[in-house]
């Protein structure tokens, strides 16, 4: 079974710029599209980007597209999330999860990390 740990999480300030890993323990995770999410405080659970299983596609939400990059290396079995140009609204718990292509449905992806938290603040 997949299992993803995802890390990088930080303070940071607006305009700065952090990479998070989402690392696949016990298992690999070539065969899966990866997934990353957010939550905010107060919102619901969103999709930010997918990138597919060999890497070759990628989708973003608009609130995100241009400022965040979704990358993977699937020979030490993680992807990245490079996240440039931070807001304060990027403020959340970013998670990352695996289905077997990307969707834009949420229940369509399961192995949930636990996430790591990500505070952009001056």
């Known amino acids: 079974q997949l299992k993803l740990v995802e890390s990088g999480g930080g303070l940071v300030q607006p305009g700065g710029s952090l990479r998070l890993s989402c690392a696949a323990s016990?298992?690999?995770?070539?065969?899966?599209?990866i997934g990353w999410f957010r939550q905010a405080p107060g919102k619901e659970r969103e999709e930010i980007s997918c990138?597919?299983?060999?890497?070759?596609?990628?989708n973003y939400a608009d609130s995100v597209k241009g400022r965040f990059t979704i990358s993977r290396d699937n020979a030490k079995n993680t992807v990245y999330r490079q996240m440039n140009s931070l807001k304060s609204e990027d403020t959340a718990v970013y998670y990352c999860?695996?289905?077997?292509?990307?969707?834009?449905?949420?229940?369509?992806?399961?192995?949930w990390g636990r996430g790591t938290q990500v505070a952009v603040s001056s």
């Open positions: 990138i597919s299983h060999s890497g070759g596609s990628t």
């Open positions: 999860a695996g289905a077997p292509i990307c969707t834009l449905w949420e229940a369509d992806f399961g192995s």
């Open positions: 016990e298992s690999t995770l070539e065969y899966y599209a």
